[in-house]
């Protein structure tokens, strides 16, 4: 179902942009439906393109299918970085079916696969492993406060292979009123905890991306002060699983926007998009999925959601930013675009 996403998405941008090509200045950030995991990819002004996972396999390739179509709308025929956030099947899985489709350049990661649990995980860190193999591909890890090397943003290290940044980023710091509104965790042993989350900064737009970090690792990062300050675009931890997206990282951030990779029956849990949506400051919920679970009391507005109820589709959403602050999100299933001032302050 890839042309379902090129094909909407090009009238989208069609309607929004008049038929004119994409500016230069600006940055494009795609969300690939891959139905419950994650895959988004990011084009920089600078012409550099950054993927942040690979969905799932199988499918008949369907996911590494959707990725390159959004590629090829995008105007790439290479991805320059692969970065995974960690080895979950829903995030690394799409990779052998990826690499036979399209050329990829360097491959991020947060280390060794740390989660043994004789089964898929294990299975999907081997196969890129095996890919690492061949020799034609770079390979880095990063750790915590270390910066990506993609050129035209700035994306740093928040969380890596269970470490996180020790002192709070420029600009935040401040006490966290909010951690009393989150209850005390146990620790998570599974990879989700290790996932390799960053902050990407554009001009004067801010987004985070941090993988499945879980709640108990988001207490360390935001408790007893807020490590990140306020944030313009939240994409949204764990497809919106409750393991997930705690008041005192949700509330604390203050997100305009906040943009959810679940699936119909993945993520999308009650609870979360009950606290995103009630969260201090937001705008606009957009879900990748009607979830299910939420129902009609839960969910965002339809005309903020790429799938609703009924047959796969494989609607994707795009957010084209500027450096201003500004930006635009559009949907490819009912083609508007809803814009997003620049911050007066």
């Not at 990879?191 to 988001?218: C, H, M, P, Q, V």
């Not at 409750?242 to 951030?253: E, F, G, H, R, T």
């Not at 609870?271 to 949506?277: A, D, E, W």
Request: with cysteine; glycine share 10%.
């Amino acid at each position: 179902m890839a042309v379902a996403f090129v094909g909407a998405l090009a009238s989208a941008q069609a309607q929004s942009q008049g038929n004119a090509k994409p500016d230069a200045h600006k940055l494009r950030i795609y969300f690939m439906d891959v139905e419950g995991g994650q895959s988004t990819l990011f084009i920089t002004p600078a012409g550099q393109s950054l993927l942040v996972d690979t969905g799932w396999p199988g499918s008949n390739g369907r996911d590494a299918d959707r990725i390159v179509a959004a590629a090829k709308q995008a105007g790439i025929s290479k991805i320059d970085y692969v970065m995974f956030t960690h080895y979950h099947v829903d995030h690394v899985g799409g990779l052998p079916q990826l690499a036979e489709r399209i050329p990829i350049g360097t491959f991020i990661d947060h280390g060794p696969n740390r989660e043994m649990d004789k089964g898929v995980t294990e299975a999907g860190y081997a196969a890129y492993q095996k890919i690492l193999a061949t020799g034609k591909y770079k390979n880095i890890h990063l750790k915590p406060g270390d910066v990506l090397p993609v050129k035209g943003i700035t994306a740093t290290v928040i969380s890596s292979d269970g470490n996180l940044i020790a002192n709070p980023l420029p600009g935040a710091g401040e006490a966290n009123s909010y951690c009393q509104q989150s209850e005390v965790r146990p620790a998570d042993q599974t990879e989700n905890a290790r996932s390799l989350g960053i902050e990407i900064n554009f001009g004067k737009l801010k987004l985070i991306d941090l993988g499945d970090l879980t709640w108990d690792k988001e207490m360390q990062l935001m408790c007893p002060a807020n490590k990140l300050g306020h944030i313009d675009v939240y994409i949204v931890s764990h497809h919106g699983w409750n393991q997930s997206s705690s008041p005192a990282l949700v509330d604390a951030i203050h997100s305009r926007v906040a943009i959810m990779d679940n699936g119909a029956d993945k993520g999308g849990s009650t609870p979360t998009l009950q606290t995103i949506r009630s969260a201090p400051g937001l705008e606009t919920l957009w879900q990748i999925h009607y979830s299910n679970e939420g129902g009609e009391a839960n969910n965002t507005d339809a005309e903020y959601i790429a799938n609703p109820k009924g047959p796969d589709a494989g609607y994707g959403l795009e957010l084209v930013a500027s450096p201003d602050g500004s930006f635009d999100v559009i949907n490819a299933r009912t083609q508007k675009t809803k814009h997003y001032e620049a911050k007066s302050n």
